[in-house]
């Protein structure tokens, strides 16, 4: 099933290719107006207007945190009931450093704020993190989305493969619109969520 959505699509593959479309060409406009240089790099309010403005077409829950819990196959990310205390915590997080940073961004990964997009308002916001404090970005052409979502899978228990794998595609080429892009591409998301109640976590 789709997504409530504003676009009165019920079918999820038709609903996927119109958010693919919608979602993108919003993001070329987040690029090209330079509208991230007024967020504050890694805070949560940055990641909430991020994904604001690149769903806002198609989702009435676009920037806001999640009403349900979510899980992906067998893994369960931030129960809604810890998720606001989690992203509060996650703020302060340290990010001066790029370990610190994907640090930072895998334990953004694992609260998952939003019902849906989330991965790619996250590698928008990862980039933005990267290119405010050590001058670079993800180069995503370089990152082979299979390793990716095994390592974002396998980063809460250990983060060596993310970190390997996102240091080899760092890039200077922090104004490229064609990189930037990239990020968005929905072949890195996460595929089939499943919701679950509160009470299956007892």
């Known amino acids: 099933m789709a997504l409530d959505n504003k676009l009165g699509i019920s079918g999820s593959s038709e ?91 895998v334990e953004m990964n694992v609260a998952h704020p939003f019902r849906g997009g989330n991965g790619r308002a996250m590698r928008i916001w990862l980039d933005h993190l990267l290119k405010s404090e050590i001058g670079m970005v993800i180069d995503w052409s370089l990152v082979d989305k299979e390793d990716y979502l095994l390592a974002m899978e396998r980063s809460p228990v250990k983060d060596v493969e993310i970190k390997h794998l996102l240091r080899n595609a760092l890039t200077d080429k922090v104004n490229d619109r064609q990189l930037f892009m990239k990020g968005i591409d929905t072949s890195y998301r996460y595929e089939g969520y499943t919701t679950y109640k509160t009470a299956d976590l007892i």
Not at 24 to 33: I, P, S, V
Not at 47 to 76: Q, T
Not at 79 to 93: D, H, N, T
């Open 15 to 105: 609903l996927a290719r119109e958010e693919e479309r919608i979602s993108k060409t919003r993001a070329a406009e987040l690029f090209e107006t330079n509208y991230l240089a007024s967020l504050k790099a890694g805070s949560f309010e940055a990641l909430s207007k991020i994904h604001a403005f690149i769903f806002s077409d198609i989702y009435e829950f676009a920037g806001r945190i999640r009403k349900v819990n979510i899980a992906k196959r067998s893994f369960r990310f931030a129960p809604v009931m810890y998720l606001e205390a989690a992203l509060q915590s996650i703020e302060r997080m340290p990010q001066s450093s790029f370990d610190e940073i994907i640090e930072k961004y």
